[in-house]
């Protein structure tokens, strides 16, 4: 009966569309999709049922999605007006997200308003579910516009997030916690660096301004690479000398280099102006730290120095409390110099979807990328971290003889898993990392196809 019901609904759409592409109606008539939308509405009875008859006509219009768009629009303004409907508009929203991609940001903030509606009316454990999936929902938007530095709208979502999560005691407190922190650092940074940027287009001579805009980029934005920019003849020299090694990738520097490093951004600690800055700071020392004693293996009074100074810089970020938190975050890196390159967005190969980036770091945030076999035959990734690493989650395709390990500094192999096959299949792997693994390590594909490799999603596991 469902099945016929199904057809039924089909044929009427085709039928209607049909009679309004014969008919040149006037402007002021409504349009086939409108005529169509109307004629499920009166069949309907109430809202939950509008919504359901709609989102089974939206599923008919694969091929014509402009009105599958429309279809669906009109199935959410309907599904939310009863709790009756709420599957209904769920659904549409899943088919919004597939069949008009470039309005992902609506839909996600239409998705908030029913996951909303849900929660506010749920009691018990029904709450509790519908509360988790509020907070992940306001969660993911917060982060889409933060890394769109859109930080006053993320800290919004950020404050809604951490209210709900705060009153059912969910585990996300202090995750949200540390998001609000740094979304309002960062807030506070880029004021700062736009009044600083104002004074130097002014007088390109202040040194004081751009000394103060460079420190700025180092500790407010944690960013050696931004701080580079705004370098002169004229500038401090601990900066024109320190800001382009740091804005090497750390495996480049020399073991010397990095413990004269580590002491200068302890240095640069005080020069913070907010508890974030200085974490960042220290977090960069422990970085470094880090790295000279995997390099420095002789016993001797410069690594017994290193490190006390390593603990001693560890205890002063745990005295930061939450602020200093954040520098226990993944930093990751796409080593692109010794890895294959990405296919540029728009590639795909059956049965993958399309590349929505160019970015290798894709897979971390859910996004696929395809690799060019023809440009090498490895990928690889930096990964940076004080917490512990258990492994790392892999989901792809075009699997040849793959190999996947994790590498120390040196080029030790600490885990492996291979080779494995697959061919042109969805494949997923995970690879584990053994107790006491450094924190400082290479995440490595290797794969033999002739033309491409698929890295859908990519997951560390604390």
Same mark, same amino acid.
């Given at each position: 009966?469902?099945? =016929? ?122 709450? =509790? ?334």
């Amino acid at each position: 009966m469902k099945r =016929q019901g199904i057809s039924r609904l089909a044929a009427l759409v085709l039928a209607i569309l049909a009679c309004g592409a014969m008919a040149a109606a006037p402007q002021t008539q409504p349009s086939p999709t409108q005529k169509l939308i109307q004629r499920i509405v009166k069949s309907a009875k109430g809202h939950a049922d509008t919504a359901a008859k709609l989102v089974a006509a939206a599923k008919t219009l694969q091929d014509d999605p402009k009105i599958q768009v429309a279809m669906c629009e009109a199935a959410y303004q309907y599904g939310i007006k009863t709790a009756d409907g709420f599957d209904s508009a769920i659904e549409a929203l899943d088919i919004l997200d597939k069949a008009d991609k470039d309005r992902a940001a609506t839909w996600a903030e239409k998705r908030i308003v029913v996951y909303r509606l849900r929660y506010t009316r749920a009691k018990g454990d029904a709450k =509790q579910q519908h509360g988790q999936l509020l907070v992940t929902m306001l969660i993911k938007t917060g982060d889409e516009l933060a890394k769109q530095d859109k930080v006053k709208e993320a800290i919004g979502f950020y404050r809604e997030a951490l209210a709900v999560a705060k009153y059912l005691s969910l585990p996300d407190v202090e995750d949200i916690s540390q998001k609000l922190i740094a979304a309002g650092h960062l807030l506070q940074v880029q004021s700062a660096i736009a009044r600083l940027k104002t004074k130097l287009a002014a007088n390109p001579g202040d040194m004081a301004s751009r000394n103060k805009l460079i420190e700025l980029c180092l500790t407010g934005l944690d960013s050696p690479a931004e701080a580079a920019k705004y370098l002169t003849d004229d500038c401090d020299e601990s900066l024109r000398k320190y800001v382009p090694l740091a804005a090497k990738p750390i495996v480049e520097l020399k073991k010397d280099q990095c413990l004269e490093l580590a002491k200068w951004y302890e240095q640069l600690i005080d020069k913070g102006t907010t508890l974030t800055s200085k974490a960042n700071a220290a977090n960069r020392g422990v970085g470094y730290y880090d790295q000279f004693l995997l390099l420095h293996t002789t016993k001797d009074a410069t690594g017994v120095g290193a490190s006390l100074a390593l603990k001693t810089l560890q205890k002063r970020i745990e005295k930061m409390g939450a602020v200093g938190k954040p520098v226990y975050r993944n930093r990751l890196t796409f080593r692109d110099k010794k890895s294959m390159k990405p296919f540029k967005k728009g590639k795909r190969y059956s049965p993958f979807p399309v590349q929505e980036t160019e970015d290798a770091m894709g897979p971390f945030s859910g996004k696929g990328v395809y690799f060019d076999q023809k440009t090498g035959k490895d990928v690889i990734y930096e990964i940076y971290s004080s917490r512990p690493i258990k492994g790392v989650y892999y989901k792809g395709g075009a699997i040849y003889s793959t190999t996947i390990e994790f590498l120390d500094v040196r080029g030790k192999r600490l885990a492996f898993m291979g080779p494995l096959k697959g061919g042109n299949r969805w494949a997923e792997f995970t690879l584990k990392l053994p107790r006491g693994a450094p924190n400082h390590i290479f995440l490595k594909f290797h794969n033999t196809a002739s033309t491409w490799f698929y890295i859908d999603t990519l997951k560390l596991l604390r």
